[in-house]
């Protein structure tokens, strides 16, 4: 028998094991380590931790004693190297941003859109406020304030985001610039990230985001009836066909540059890989389609009585996934990709996305708000672009909301990969940012157990 294992760094006293696609997976939940096994070694590591090998022997009486033997000495051997029933790690241990350094702004350069999309969490795009601009001074001082809170870290991140950004897209442009300025001279590295739906994609915005961001984040549901039932634009037309011929020439002309297209399913695609591959037909290779979060009382809402459904929709993709990977024109799908060599350290790990600590919004009028999720919400509004972060107590309740102060996370085997869930669909589903989404929760596994089941394909 032979057992493969990565490595993530990291430290529970738990195994989680499942099959998928053919393979028995062992995933040492604290260790983080993952081992493709065979059959007998997937029956037998729930009693080897702290069982001699007589009292195996008696639990698996029809197996080869030989076998049993080898495996069980295996078993062993990864307890001892620590691969395997690795023990919990205590929450001290974690120390996270003691500097309170930013290193992420979700700039809302536009609280307006021209689509009205059904399940926009922005109250299609004005945030329940009033549909404004963004001004460049107010843009400006957005950036200063990134690099002065910046501490030493170098590589800094900046979303255009709205609403839709390209309808202020001068703004735009010349705050990319002014950030490439503040670069010279602050050596720094600002890498600007733009989310659109596309609709008011023209050549010369094309050429300027090709030329400057570092990736573009393209918003579309998938199929034409799909997206143009949840999509429409602001005369009630469906965008799929305007929006799809944009995007093309986007990627045509953006060769080789991080960008990928962005879809919501809903309670009306169920069968989502259908719109994963209705992306790859219309010629996109990454990919990501995300479940709606919103009002279970909406007619399009993910509940629990779709649950299963949704659950049996990822496995079936998975292996379609893989099939389509198996030729030379593959397909990335952002949750089936996972890096299980490198990653982030077990503090980021515990900590997720860092929203009201490392990572912020701004909108157009200069508020701070956790990220772009709360904006409009004036209980969670923690500072000003002028005066700073002044709810120092807000800012250290998202600060101290890890996958050990969450009572469901500590015990769960995702908990290194999620890192807690989403806080903003925490709080509006539980009204806590300290209880996780848990219809949220259950599709992320799933998804974990599909990508790690194709890697496990791959290498093996």
Known sequence: MEVYFY??????????????????????????????VDELTYRMVDHCEDKSLQQVYALFPEDAPELVAEIYGELQDLKEQG??????????????????????LCLHVAHDCDLRCKYCFASQGDYGGQRRLMSLETG?????????????????EVDFFGGEPLLNFEVVKELTLYGEE????????IRFTITTNGVSLDEDKIDFIN??????????????????????????????????????????????????IRGTFTANNLDFMQDAMDYYDQGFRKISIEPVVTDPKEPYALREEHLERILQEYEDFSRAYMEINRG????????????????????????????GSEYIAVTYSGEIYPCHQFVGDERFKIGDLWEGITDLDLRDSFKGTNVFTKEECSSCWAKFYCSGGCHANAFYNNGTILRPYQLGCEMEKKRLECAISILANEEV
């Open 182 to 189: 503040l670069n010279r001279q602050y050596d720094k590295n």
């Open 211 to 260: 030329e400057h961001m570092v990736n573009v984040v393209m918003s579309l549901d998938g199929r034409k009836e799909i997206n143009d039932e949840m999509r429409p634009t602001v005369n009630g037309k469906g965008s799929y066909d305007l929006v799809v011929k944009n995007f093309k020439r986007l990627i045509e002309k953006r060769g080789d540059k991080e960008h990928y």
């Open 140 to 156: 400006k001082t957005a950036l200063d304030f990134l690099v002065a809170h910046s501490g030493n870290r170098r590589n800094l």
């Open 328 to 355: 030379e024109d593959k397909m990335l799908f952002f949750h089936f990709r996972i890096d299980l060599a490198e990653g982030p350290c077990l503090a980021k790990r515990s900590v997720g996305c860092g929203a």
């Open 83 to 104: 691969y395997l029933y690795t023990p919990d790690i205590k929450q001290e241990q974690i120390r996270y941003n003691p500097g309170n350094v930013i290193k992420a």
């Open 7 to 36: 490595f993530i760094k990291g430290e529970c006293m738990a195994i989680h094991k499942f099959f998928l696609n053919d393979k028995y997976i062992l995933m040492d939940v604290n260790g983080g380590s993952i081992h493709i």
